[in-house]
């Protein structure tokens, strides 16, 4: 690979025109239903959805998910169509007292849907309409549609969008439960942040199922299972079957004008380093520039709110670290905020990038953007999210752990991720410690305004590592849990909110911070993925869920 010269980088900033950027196509679901587009009408009420039996040729398939380490084996995967026939399917599950799970994308890191104890799983993958209700001045989706479906469905339909992830295939209806960011989240704030209303199938304390429209107005005697769905977690209050979002500082009746809107065009680069080039010197010395940068430049109303990253630090075996990097190209001074930015990343290394030229956890190669280029928005969101081979593998298995960062990294910080990252024991190309901007418009939201809590971190990691031989469970494991808890020695293998952490995301649920063994803080699971929101959240599902109908081994007691 040439190396680039970090201050031509933004040379190349031109439109893309004419198949300079080979873009994934990326079909709906099957089964999926078109989003409803301005001016049509609502699509005909639909057919119950099917019900899959052991014997049925879906049934392997539906009793997995993304995650290949979590089967389950229940009686029945219940197929759901529309709100009425996913409260018949409740109603169903409640009157033979058999255990559910719900599932929309199938994306869950740990066995929230497919464990043992399951009987039903129903699924949500078919509800995939989008559409704007102008009653409620406000977008309703449903839990089934995919995220880069829903993005084209707002984009193209309205002109607007939510700051949701970027991996093209997951679900709507965790995302949002469990509170949703990406890209766009310095920017605009989470996900939940634009969230509006939540229509919940519930289970009463005498058994009657029953379906309910919560909203975030003051006076809905309903906004508690409102604020509960804004980062509670999915799978845990009742059976999501549509959200509406429209933003706080939504104005008129437009739709165009009820949901934030996305950068018309943005300046999109992929970069990455070497480890033939890095020693732990360099290597603590770029963590460190991520970390430091990120604390300058993360208040909720800096200039450098429009740029956003991801960043793969990968173990050795795979040969670099790997950057993507988006930067609102109709901010003010864009160009120049991202060539600083790049600048600040490199400082003191003596560090030259190059091009990322093969697929790195969950970003495809993407050679041609080794020199920033500017482009539209939803090109971009096409291109960052799909196309991966290591994340679309109908085998995958992995291991996730997560922390938030309220600081920059310390020298023991540093110290831990290189020993983890260049053991010879793990060498496993597909291991990484991912790094995502945060803070920003995030940080302008008090932590109980919202059931996700963390409003007050810098940056975000995930440690991650994928296979596909159940052979090797246990050596994934075995590495996640090490890297993790050598990095949180200092809290006892957990990130403890305080002044350095903010807890843990629960969209990537760990269920080793339940046992005590690994978690040796003494602070409650709880406590890491809520902080002092799961007091009210234990109210609120005593209200909402009494018999505890639905649950899974994270959801709130």
């Known amino acids: 690979m040439s190396e680039i010269n970090r201050r031509g980088l933004l040379t190349g900033t031109g439109a893309v025109v004419g198949g300079a950027l080979a873009l994934a196509a990326v079909p709906a679901p099957a089964g999926a239903a078109p989003a409803t587009r301005p001016g049509a009408a609502p699509p005909a009420p639909r057919t119950p959805g099917d019900t899959i039996r052991p014997d049925d ?49 199938g994306h869950t890191f740990a066995d929230l849907v497919c464990n043992p104890d399951v009987e039903v799983i129903i699924d949500l993958s078919e509800m995939t309409e989008v559409r704007y209700d102008a009653g409620r001045r406000a977008f309703a989706v449903q839990p089934g549609v995919r995220l880069l479906n829903l993005y084209e469905a707002l984009y193209k339909g309205w002109g607007v969008t939510i700051p949701g992830g970027m991996c093209y295939s997951v679900g709507a209806g965790g995302h949002v439960a469990g509170g949703g960011y990406g890209l766009l989240s310095r920017a605009h704030g989470l996900v939940v942040d634009h969230l509006y209303a939540v229509e919940v199938v519930v289970v009463d304390a005498d058994r ?59 300046l999109a680069g992929a970069l990455s380093f070497p480890w033939q080039d890095l020693d732990e010197r360099r290597f603590a010395r770029l963590l460190k520039n991520f970390g430091a940068w990120h604390e300058e430049h993360s208040a909720p109303d800096a200039p450098e ?59 495809p190669a993407m050679p041609q953007l080794a020199a920033p280029r500017r482009m539209p928005w939803l090109d971009a969101t096409r291109l ?57 418009r995030v940080n302008a939201v008090p932590p109980h305004a919202t059931a996700n809590s963390q409003r007050g971190s810098v940056f975000k990691m995930l440690f991650q590592t994928f296979w596909t031989d159940p052979a090797g469970d246990a050596a994934g494991l075995g590495w996640a849990r090490a890297a993790y808890e050598d990095f949180l020695a200092d809290t006892q293998g957990a990130p403890v909110p305080g002044d350095q952490y903010e807890g843990c995301y629960i969209n990537y649920p760990d269920t080793d911070l339940k046992d005590p063994a690994r978690n040796r803080s003494g602070v409650p699971w709880q406590t890491l993925y809520y902080q002092d929101n799961h007091a009210r959240l234990r109210e609120i599902k005593h209200r909402w869920d009494p018999t505890g109908f639905f649950r899974h081994s994270l959801s709130v007691g």
């Open 57 to 105: 040729p879906r049934y392997a398939m539906l009793t997995t998910g993304n995650n290949k380490r979590f089967v389950a084996a229940p009686e029945y995967v219940r197929m759901v169509r529309s709100t009425e026939d996913a409260e018949q399917a409740v109603r169903e599950a409640v009157r033979s007292g058999r255990r559910v799970s719900v599932r929309s994308g």
């Open 208 to 266: 009657t199922v029953r379906t309910v429209v919560a909203t975030r107005e003051a006076d809905d005697p309903h906004r508690d299972l409102w604020w509960a769905h804004t980062g509670g977690g999915g799978g845990t209050f009742g059976l999501v079957t549509r959200y509406w979002f429209r933003s706080p500082d939504a104005t008129g009746e437009e739709p165009s004008r009820q949901l934030m809107r996305p950068p018309s065009t943005v």
């Open 305 to 363: 709110t429009a740029i956003g990253t991801v960043f793969n630090v990968c173990h050795r075996a795979h040969g670099s670290l790997d950057l993507f990097v988006q930067a609102d190209a109709q901010a003010p001074g864009a160009e120049r905020m991202l060539d600083d930015y790049l600048s600040a990343l490199t400082a003191g290394t003596g560090l030259r990038a190059t091009a990322l030229t093969k697929a790195s956890g969950d970003l």
């Open 384 to 440: 960052v999210g799909t196309n991966n081979p290591t994340i679309t593998h109908p085998g995958l298995r992995g291991a996730h752990k997560s922390a938030y960062m309220r600081r920059n990294f310390t020298d023991r910080h540093t110290a831990a991720l290189y020993r983890h990252l260049t053991t010879e024991e793990y060498a496993n190309p597909d291991t990484m410690v991912v790094l995502f901007s945060f803070g920003g």
